[in-house]
C-alpha cells in the first residue's frame, strides 16, 4: 500500500495514529461479515461456505443488481486468493440452483428471485497484494475487486478499492424484443437503438463517470449501474429514444420538476428513489446537481 499517514486533530494540533496488525485473519472476516454492507456494499448470505468439492468460501454475498458474490481474505499479501476465488465463481456459474436455494434460506423468496446468474463477482480483502496478483488481475477479464485495509489502533478502519472491473450480462437467447428481459439485455437494447439515443446515452454514461475516478460501470441484463461501493444510479431505456435516469435521492428533499418521478416505493429495472426521464442534452444538464448529490451519497 502506498504511504498512508492518519492524524486526529485535537485544539489544533495533530496526533497520528499508528497502524496495527490483526492475528487472525478470522478476525478480519468477522469484522467484515458483521459490516458486510457498510464496508463492501454486499448483502451477507453464508460464511465459510462449502462446496462440496474440498473447496470453502470465505464469505458469500449477493450485491444491490442480485449478482453472487464471493468474498476472500488474506492477512498478508504472501498468499494468492484470486485463482482459488476464480474456481469458486466458476462453481457458482454451474451450481445455480445451490446458490438459490442459500439466498431462500437467509433473505426469503424475493431475493432469491432477484439473482442475475448472468454474471459473479470476486472481492479480495488483503492488507497488500504482489505484483503477480496484480498480474492475475489484468489477465482475467471478470468481475473481480481488489480491496487493501489498514487497522489504525482499535477504532478506525481504512480501505482502498485499488483495482474494480465491470461485469457484463451475458445474453442466453437470441434478441427478438425492442426492450430488456428474457430474450434481450440492456447492453442489446443500446446497441440496436439509432444514433440519437447511443449518442445521449454516451452524454448520460459521461455525466456519471465524470464525477470520480472510483466510479465503475456494471451491466445487468435489465439495466445500467454506476457505483462507487454501492450502486449512486442506474439507466434504463424508456420509450423510444429517451433513457430513464434512476438516482439514490431522496425526492421528498428536492424540488420535482416535469419529468421526475418518485420511485421510491414502486418496483422499477435498476436502483435508485428518483426517477428522471432524460429524452434531450438539456433534461440531462438539469439533472447534472442531482448526479453529484447521488454521488456524494454514495461513497
Not at 454486499?42 to 464469505?59: C, L
Not at 470476486?122 to 505484483?131: E, G, K, P, Q
Not at 421526475?260 to 432524460?278: A, E, M, S, Y
Amino acid at each position: 500500500m502506498s504511504e498512508l499517514r492518519l492524524f486526529s486533530i485535537k485544539d489544533g494540533k495533530t496526533l497520528e495514529s499508528r497502524p496495527s496488525a490483526y492475528k487472525l485473519e478470522r478476525e478480519v472476516q468477522n469484522l467484515f461479515e458483521a459490516n458486510l454492507e457498510a464496508l463492501l456494499g454486499v448483502r451477507f448470505v453464508a460464511s465459510e461456505f462449502t462446496t462440496g468439492q474440498g473447496g470453502r468460501i470465505d464469505t458469500l454475498g449477493i450485491d444491490e443488481n442480485g449478482f453472487a458474490v464471493v468474498i476472500e481474505y488474506k492477512l498478508d499479501k504472501n498468499r494468492t486468493v484470486i485463482n482459488q476465488g476464480m474456481s469458486y465463481m466458476a462453481w457458482l456459474r454451474s451450481h445455480k440452483t445451490d446458490f438459490w436455494k442459500v439466498v431462500f434460506e437467509k433473505l426469503g423468496k424475493e431475493v432469491a428471485d432477484s439473482i442475475d446468474h448472468s454474471s459473479t463477482r470476486l472481492i479480495c480483502v488483503a492488507t497488500d497484494f504482489t505484483r503477480d496478483d496484480l498480474g492475475a488481475y489484468e489477465l482475467m477479464p471478470n468481475n473481480i475487486d481488489l480491496v487493501r485495509y489498514r487497522r489504525f489502533g482499535e477504532s478506525q478502519l481504512l480501505l482502498e478499492r485499488i483495482t474494480s472491473s465491470d461485469a457484463t450480462a451475458i445474453p442466453t437467447t437470441s434478441p427478438t424484443s425492442s426492450k430488456p428481459g428474457p430474450d434481450k439485455t440492456i447492453s442489446q437494447v443500446l446497441e440496436q437503438s439509432d444514433k440519437a439515443a447511443q449518442e445521449l446515452f454516451g452524454s448520460i454514461r459521461s455525466a456519471i463517470m465524470n464525477q470520480g475516478e472510483d466510479v465503475t460501470e456494471k451491466a445487468t441484463k435489465l439495466y445500467f449501474a454506476f457505483k462507487r461501493t454501492r450502486n449512486f444510479a442506474s439507466v434504463v431505456n424508456g420509450k423510444k429514444g429517451e433513457w430513464l435516469l434512476q438516482l439514490h435521492v431522496d425526492p421528498s428533499a428536492i424540488e420535482m420538476k416535469d419529468g421526475w418521478r418518485d420511485v421510491t416505493k414502486i418496483g422499477i429495472w435498476g436502483t435508485g428513489r428518483l426517477q428522471i426521464k432524460v429524452t434531450s442534452e438539456s433534461d440531462l444538464l438539469e439533472a447534472l446537481p442531482l448526479i453529484a448529490q447521488a454521488y456524494e451519497g454514495q461513497s
